[in-house]
T-cell receptor, first 117, second 113 residues
């Protein structure tokens, strides 16, 4: 398997612009997670899905952030409008099941490095 | 959520052993994970242990768990320059639904040649 795929790998945009990050989970994985990593706050869980349904979005910082999973092989994280404080590395991860490893182990994508000027 | 704490930095000489420590607060049975993040990359699973185990060994990696103190450690034997990375401890309780992982802040390991 190719692993979790994220695009773009790097994004530079100006404040106020819309940003869309994309993720393709590992085939057959029922869970998908979006994380944000910054020096100040470390790794933060933003939202996760089970079978395309959002389960917990309590980590989404504010209404400017939205995430969708229209099907089992694709998810987006959108920021509109973007602000400089959104600059971070955004990771997508997927896992097969809940319960116990190895099935519940989360596998991470390479991340999208976002810079908002 | 659960609190998972790690020291931020560790520096060792090549060939020495590295010990990275982690504490967690979950009082129930739980799974504990170690992930490695190399520069510019995502997190890569190294190993995991269930909280009813004391130790797990995998080649150069040894995981020790003190359940009473809720203290987890990762020992890397014969540390190499390629081991320089950020190491994350994570805790995830076993559940039939929900699948949250609680990550520590990460420990940045620097290996000095």
């Amino acid at each position: 398997d190719a692993g979790v795929i994220q695009s773009p790998r790097h994004e530079v945009t100006e404040m106020g612009q819309e940003v869309t990050l994309r993720c393709k989970p590992i085939s057959g994985h029922d869970y998908l997670f979006w994380y944000r990593q910054t020096m100040m706050r470390g790794l933060e869980l933003l939202i996760y899905f089970n079978n395309n349904v959002p389960i917990d979005d309590s980590g989404m910082p504010e209404d400017r952030f939205s995430a969708k999973m229209p099907n089992a092989s694709f998810s987006t994280l959108k920021i509109q409008p973007s602000e400089p404080r959104d600059s971070a590395v955004y990771f997508c991860a997927s896992s097969q099941v809940a319960g116990a490893p190895p099935g519940k182990t989360q596998y991470f994508g390479p991340g999208t490095r976002l810079l908002v000027l | 959520g659960e609190d998972v704490e790690q020291s931020l930095f560790l520096s060792v000489r090549e060939g020495d052993s590295s010990v990275i420590n982690c504490t967690y607060t979950d009082s129930s049975s739980t799974y504990l994970y170690w992930y490695k993040q190399e520069p510019g990359a995502g997190l890569q699973l190294l190993t995991y242990i269930f909280s009813n185990m004391d130790m797990k060994q995998d080649q150069r990696l040894t995981v020790l768990l003190n359940k009473k103190d809720k203290h987890l450690s990762l020992r890397i034997a014969d540390t190499q320059t390629g081991d320089s990375a950020i190491y994350f401890c994570a805790e995830s309780p076993p559940t039939d639904t929900g699948n949250q992982f609680y990550f520590g802040t990460g420990t940045s390991l620097t290996v000095i040649p």
